[in-house]
């Protein structure tokens, strides 16, 4: 048996044309199978609100999820305005959705991750379990208490792949889709399972150390206090040239996700990466997920070189882990800083992506802010981090 | 010394011994920490010079980051404005040129806000597109330049401003009028001068826009004044077009029913022409009939002097026949009843048997006959017996036309091209004025001249000749100069049948 995958997408400035044109190419491509799970990606350009009722018309009968993004991928573009639909059938695929509203509500963020866990295991009714998908808000302070909540329900080894929503830079107004409605500061998740398909999660970042390393001398959660014993953001005045309420004003403080901090693991001597996402009045940095306290501190450089090669790596990396099965469908996360990074030439990282896998595979991604994916270099358990800067690819064969 | 002592010395040397080699150890320690806060202080060095040429790595890279987000912003731009200016470029209606506007404004230009405001009339700014702003805003943004004479006054002058380059305080105004933290305004100029004005902004402090925004974006405004100069123009002449097409179409069909009108008014005169002539001519017979039997003294002695006036009775009844029967032939061929009877002939023969027929009319008035005929002519299709009546008519009236002594030539050639046979009655009589050649083929027209007061005709003779010819597809004309001759030229096509084909495709 094997998966009949519909993707559609479309731009048009029409809103209403784009969404059911995207939903009708989609559907197409599921040659009249019931779908049994459609995921939407969209660029703020196109409202929910009025996009969602027009693809659902498409598909009554499937659960929807999805998320807005700062562009779309697809085998031979970007594109950074549009509305894409991915539409699956499997005859034995289960699958199983939840959503936790209102997540900055919650003192203890793990506990919405695990209760968007067991809400997706309730809806989920078979036993066999391959992937775990979630979205969440991009903004939300720390996204590792999310993933430590997901975890302690899935297990450290199930393999949990996430994306937080993003727009278009202006890190204003993202939004979630759960079934018919859509959602702000949510996380919605995708439980799913099919026996005899492999599912394989390649990632990398292609960031390097710069500079001496230091420490984190005082931080609690997300938030770094000091390193070196002196206010956090002083790391970024220097590097930067720039005072800090400069960097906190100034559009040059936007350029922070091209130098993200860089925490060493000692296990696997890999750099897990860290957004600042907020420079606060006290000069501590707000970071998207948990910084501990002692550890060892880089500022981080990309080029467009090595994240192309680190695309390369995680394509090789997915392919290998599915055994010799042949991908039928590509799902790609990546990080927006990448976008920023590579900016009108975005398309050349993906050369090598194209030169692993054959165009002919159903492919879509999407841009994010915050990564859940395993670490670059393997540790053997494939434990799920949170990352920034990173590209995830999920192959499903 | 006792033993005390002895052992107090001992102890002493010892303690010496060690002092000593405690001494020396320490001095070891020492140079070795003395060596290690070096190494140290060099290590520490290292990772200083180590981050000093990090930060001028990352500042470098900064700039170049920067650099390249300026460079993709120019080049989004140019890329845009290439697209944009493609597709309004290839039209020529102002409608579809915002209808186009909108579709790649909002596609191509990342700006989060696009407006673009015409000129009226009155000279007062309306809202023509808009992206990215609620129409009711745009109310309030239109009301608000209204309200400053300043800014009315900044659009007027017809020059790019943006954020980059503004005054802080025209700068403000903007920001607070447009609810923008960046922008360009650009002045939409035509060939008559200022249009309108385009306006791109981005309320978010994410989206800087600098000198490249500005640059593309008049460049793009000049692109829509261009297009809508363009499109005005053409909308102009168009509209004159319009006006002037609908004049001729209007008198086209004027004209149409003006010829529809004459042309059953013809049809009736023919089918009278016909009905009367019928009528007349059964009674015309029967008086002629009488006349002759009356002449031959068959029904008892006539005087001499009725049997002349009985002979002017048959001379004039001949006449009359004559004329009804031209007039029904012309009816007959105007109305199509008269079918051609077209068979293959020699023009040479029918040229010999006019010369033949009338050799006597000519020797009345010792006129020379001469014929210049192509060899090469063809057998032609015709109607013997009709073309017969067109070179009587026509030789008959060059003998009446022409003084004593004159000369009359007929002249046929054949032109291989057209397939057609080109003939010319040619006479050196006394001609007629350009007047009497455009009147000459209408029926009963005759000239006013000295013969034709003397001798009398019916007015019917070439307008039947002239209809022979139109219904052999041919075309006849006519050439002459007063007291110089006139040459009547007429053509006929090889195969009637195959003109006819052709016409009708």
């Known amino acids: ?397 | 010394m006792d033993i005390i002592s002895y052992i107090l010395l001992i102890g002493i040397c010892v303690m010496l011994i060690i002092a000593g080699v405690l001494a020396a150890i320490l001095m070891g320690k020492s140079e070795k920490l003395e060596a290690a806060s070096t190494s140290l202080d060099q290590l520490k060095s290292t990772f200083e010079n180590l981050d000093k040429e990090a930060k001028e790595i990352i500042k470098t890279d900064i700039k170049i980051n920067q650099a390249q987000e300026e460079l993709d912003r120019r080049l989004n731009g140019l890329e845009s404005l290439q697209k944009t200016s493609r597709l309004i470029s290839t039209t020529l209606d102002e409608n579809e040129i915002f209808h186009r506007l909108q579709h790649s404004l909002a596609n191509n230009l990342s700006y989060e806000k696009k407006l673009i405001f015409l000129y009226d009339d009155n000279h007062n700014l309306q809202s023509r597109l808009n992206v990215g702003i609620q129409t009711e805003d745009v109310y309030f943004i239109l009301t608000d330049i209204n309200k400053n004479p300043d800014l009315v006054k900044t659009f007027q002058e017809g020059h790019t401003f943006s954020s980059a380059t503004a005054p802080v305080q025209k700068q403000e105004m903007i920001k607070h009028i447009f609810t923008v933290e960046y922008f360009v305004i650009a002045p939409i100029l035509n060939q008559n001068g200022l249009i309108g004005i385009i306006f791109v902004g981005n309320q978010s402090n994410a989206e800087t826009i600098t000198r490249a925004d500005e640059e593309v974006i008049s460049i793009l405004a000049s692109q829509i004044g261009q297009s809508l100069g363009n499109a005005r123009l053409f909308e102009e002449v168009f509209k004159s077009t319009q006006i002037l097409e609908s004049k001729v179409q209007d008198r086209t069909i004027k004209l149409e029913q003006a010829l529809k009108e004459v042309q059953d008014i013809s049809l009736k005169k023919s089918e009278f022409v016909s009905a009367v002539s019928h009528e007349l001519r059964t009674p015309l017979t029967s008086i002629k009939g009488y006349a002759e039997i009356l002449m031959t003294g068959k029904l008892g002695e006539v005087p001499e002097s009725v049997k002349n006036r009985l002979e002017k009775i048959n001379t004039h009844s001949d006449n009359l026949v004559k004329l009804i029967n031209n007039l029904l032939d012309i009816a007959r061929i105007e109305s199509g009843k008269a079918e051609m009877l077209f068979t293959k002939n020699e023009m040479a023969k029918i040229i010999e048997d006019v010369h033949d027929v009338l050799t006597p009319l000519m020797k009345t008035k010792d006129i020379d006959w001469y014929t210049e005929i192509d060899a090469r002519i063809p057998e032609l299709l015709l109607d013997k017996g009709q073309i017969d009546r067109v070179f009587t008519n026509l030789v008959s009236n060059a003998i009446k036309f022409t003084p004593e002594h004159g000369n009359i030539t007929i002249k046929a050639k054949y032109d291989n091209a057209k397939q057609i046979i080109e003939t010319e009655v040619v006479d050196t009589g006394i001609g007629m004025s350009n007047d009497d050649m455009k009147k000459l083929f209408t029926e009963f027209y005759r000239i006013d001249n000295k013969i034709n007061q003397s001798v009398k005709g019916t007015g019917l003779g070439l307008s039947l000749v002239k209809k022979i010819i139109e219904a052999h597809h041919g075309k006849i004309w006519v050439t002459s100069q007063l007291n110089m001759g006139t040459s009547f030229h007429f053509t006929l096509p090889l195969d009637p049948h195959n003109i006819k084909h052709e016409e009708t495709a």
């Open chain 1, 1 to 397: 048996m094997s998966f009949q995958i519909g993707i559609g997408f479309n731009k048009d400035p029409n809103i209403e044309l784009a969404a059911r044109k995207a939903a009708i190419e989609a559907r197409r491509g599921l040659i009249g199978k019931r779908p049994s799970i459609t995921i939407v990606f969209s660029t703020i350009h196109y409202p929910p609100e009025i996009t969602l009722p027009i693809i659902r018309q498409s598909f009554t009968e499937s659960k929807i999820i999805g998320c807005s993004t700062a562009g779309i991928i697809l085998p031979h573009s970007i594109s950074t305005r549009g509305l894409g639909v991915l539409t699956i059938h499997h005859p034995e695929l289960t699958v199983g959705i939840g959503q936790i509203a209102s997540i900055d509500s919650y003192q203890d963020i793990s506990k919405a991750g695990a209760l968007l866990a067991q809400q997706t295991l309730q809806d989920f009714p078979s036993q066999s379990r391959d992937l775990f998908l979630c979205f969440t808000p991009g903004v939300i302070e720390n996204l590792s208490l999310l993933l430590m909540g997901l975890r302690s329900v899935f297990g450290n080894v199930f393999p949990v792949v996430g994306a937080g929503s993003c727009d278009d830079f202006h890190f204003r107004k993202t939004f979630q889709i759960f079934q018919d409605e859509v959602l702000l500061n949510s996380a919605v998740g995708l439980l799913l399972g099919c026996p005899g398909i492999s599912v394989s999660i390649g990632s990398a970042h292609g960031w390097r150390p710069i500079g001496k390393p230091r420490i984190v001398t005082k931080s609690i959660g997300n938030v770094i206090y000091t390193i070196d014993k002196k206010p956090a953001a002083s790391l970024y005045e220097e590097f930067f040239a720039q005072k800090m309420d400069d960097l906190r004003n100034d559009p040059i403080g936007k350029m922070t996700i091209l130098y993200p901090l860089g925490l060493l693991s000692y296990e696997t001597g890999e750099y897990l990466l860290r957004n600042p996402i907020d420079i606060l009045y006290d000069g501590s940095i707000l970071c998207q997920g948990d910084v501990a306290q002692g550890s060892e501190v880089h500022i981080m450089i990309g080029n467009k070189e090595s994240c192309k090669s680190a695309f390369e790596f995680a394509a090789n990396e997915a392919l290998t882990g599915l055994r010799g099965k042949q991908p039928q469908l590509l799902l790609v996360i990546e990080s927006m800083s990448r976008l920023k990074l590579f900016g009108h030439s975005a398309h050349q990282e993906h050369e090598g992506f194209n030169k692993i896998f054959n165009s002919e595979i159903p492919t879509i991604g999407f841009y994010s802010n915050g990564e859940f994916c395993p670490s670059e270099n393997g540790d053997a358990s494939k434990r799920t981090h949170l990352q920034n800067g990173s590209v995830v690819i999920c192959a499903i064969g």
